[in-house]
């Protein structure tokens, strides 16, 4: 290097010209050599003055003369200095540029892109601008599970370069501090494997406190690495894991966005559905209102039984048919109002069993009124005479009441009200609200109709469907009529 900054010293013309104007100077040949004594300029002249040309302590070079020529060998030796600083100055300031290049063009590329392994592949081919080297890694490692993120060779040949600078790789975790090996087969902790490692450095993935792997770049020849290579690959993977940690907070970012953005679906479309049932539950209630007093007006009106059923029963088809109107206009499917099979099984086999209690249950009280009160002696415990048509019908009434007061009434209750128990303020209120509409007939039915539809509506909540309470409420009705209980409550 000192010889060749002789060298292009001499060529200039401007040295060329000092030289020739300290000759006319001094009257005297200037002759400059090489440290071996080639003549690089002039010729030679048999004297004995001939002066040291010293780059620091070396000598790269002589300068013969027939006069005296020290203070002209120690100012090219001057000259050689201020050279040489100014190509290490000049070099330093390229590897300035170079480095602010690097940095501009990784900040530019990076903004926006949040994707770990395409920002790996770009900061690798960056890096191999600005550093020498054959493979460049970049591995992430949790536990002893690895991760080739990007890499400038094939997959298998970046792991086998792992497999023999694994300890080195090891210890920069550890340590989270990242070294240069110029000499790896000299390291203890080098490892003999497929891959060539001969020159190493081995950098770190850290951010906030936590070192997620490291990036490595490798050399099957010798390369003399720097603190500055190692300062710009430090760059690389402190921009490698600000990406990579980025990108997990944007991943967790998004899960939040779409967990809430379903959230506001479900409470928007809960919202909806409330309002719905609270049109459905309003508009129930009046039509109840308005039922019950029509029952009541025709019950003063001598119409004869048989009028009275038939007028009754035209009112609650018009009433069922009302409703229907409500629920399909709703938009509701209809198993939100119980019309679905699904646990009927279930709701079949439990309504048969209350109803085989129940119907044990009410022929002991028929036993017992027959036993304690006179108005009963003589009574037999089954009565036929009250049955007729009505009890045949009365397998389409029912469900079409449950469907009404259950399906339609305390679901929409049910989904209007909040808090855990809304399925018993529901059943509570629904069953009121049923009494209330057969107190016309009597006390002591309303006061049936509570009870029964407290037991309904347990069902109901229990299996959101209307076969079993159907089919409970036609057996309990029917079998209250076949005792002459039904006879006893209504008169």
């Not at 094939?154 to 000499?183: H, M, W």
């Not at 390291?187 to 990036?215: F, Q, T």
């Not at 009434?397 to 209750?413: D, K, N, Y």
């Amino acid at each position: 290097m000192n010889k060749k900054l002789l060298n292009k010293l001499i060529v200039r013309k401007s040295f060329k010209s000092f030289i020739g104007n300290t000759e006319n100077l001094m009257q005297s040949s200037i002759c400059i050599k090489d440290d071996t004594g080639k003549i690089l300029m002039g010729n030679e002249t048999k004297t004995d003055f001939e002066d040291p040309i010293k780059y620091h302590d070396q000598i790269v070079g002589w300068v013969n003369g027939e006069k005296q020529l020290s203070a002209i060998a120690e100012l090219l030796s001057f000259w050689l200095i201020l050279e040489s600083e100014k190509i290490s100055l000049g070099k330093e300031l390229l590897d300035r540029y170079r480095e602010i290049t690097f940095y501009f063009n990784i900040t530019e590329q990076l903004a926006g892109n949040h994707e770990s392994k395409d920002v790996a592949r770009f900061l690798i081919e960056e890096a191999q601008r600005i550093i020498k080297g054959e493979d460049f890694s970049i591995l992430l490692m949790e536990n002893t599970s690895v991760e080739l993120l990007a890499s400038s060779k094939p997959e298998g040949y970046s792991l086998e370069i792992l497999q023999v600078c694994r300890f080195v790789v090891d210890s920069v975790l550890t340590n989270g501090k990242a070294e240069i090996i110029n000499e790896l087969p000299e390291d203890s902790r080098y490892v003999h494997g497929k891959a060539a490692v001969h020159s190493l450095m081995c950098a770190p993935l850290a951010i906030n406190n936590k070192i997620l792997g490291v990036i490595m770049v490798s050399s099957g020849q010798r390369i003399n690495y720097t603190a500055g290579d190692l300062k710009m690959l430090s760059t690389v993977a402190y921009q490698t894991a600000a990406t990579i940690e980025n990108a997990k907070l944007i991943a967790t970012l998004k899960e939040s966005i779409a967990d809430l953005q379903q959230k506001k679906e479900e409470l928007t479309q809960s919202i909806k559905v409330r309002m719905e049932f609270s049109h459905i539950f309003i508009s129930v209630v009046l039509m109840f209102c308005f039922y019950t007093f029509l029952l009541a007006f025709l019950n003063n009106i001598q119409t004869g039984e048989q009028g009275q059923y038939i007028a009754s029963r035209s009112l609650e088809i018009i009433f069922v048919l009302a409703n229907v109107w409500l629920v399909f206009r709703s938009g509701l499917p209809l198993a939100s109002f119980g019309v679905t099979l699904v646990n009927a099984k279930k709701a079949i086999w439990e309504s048969l069993l209350i109803s085989v209690v129940l119907m044990i249950a009410l022929v002991l009280v028929k036993l017992y009124l027959i036993k304690s009160l006179p108005a009963f002696q003589g009574v037999s415990i089954i009565t036929w005479k009250y049955v007729g048509w009505d009890y045949v019908t009365y397998i389409i009434v029912a469900p079409l009441q449950e469907f009404l007061t259950r399906g339609v009434l305390q679901g929409s209750i049910q989904r209007f009200l909040m808090g855990r128990y809304n399925w018993l303020w529901a059943t509570i209120l629904t069953s009121t609200l049923f009494g209330v509409f057969h107190i016309h007939e009597s006390l002591e039915l309303g006061i049936a109709a509570i009870i029964g539809g407290i037991l309904w509506g347990g069902m109901y909540a229990r299996h959101k469907n209307l076969i079993g309470v159907s089919l409970n409420h036609f057996l309990i009705g029917n079998w209250l009529g076949i005792l002459g209980l039904w006879e006893i409550m209504t008169h």
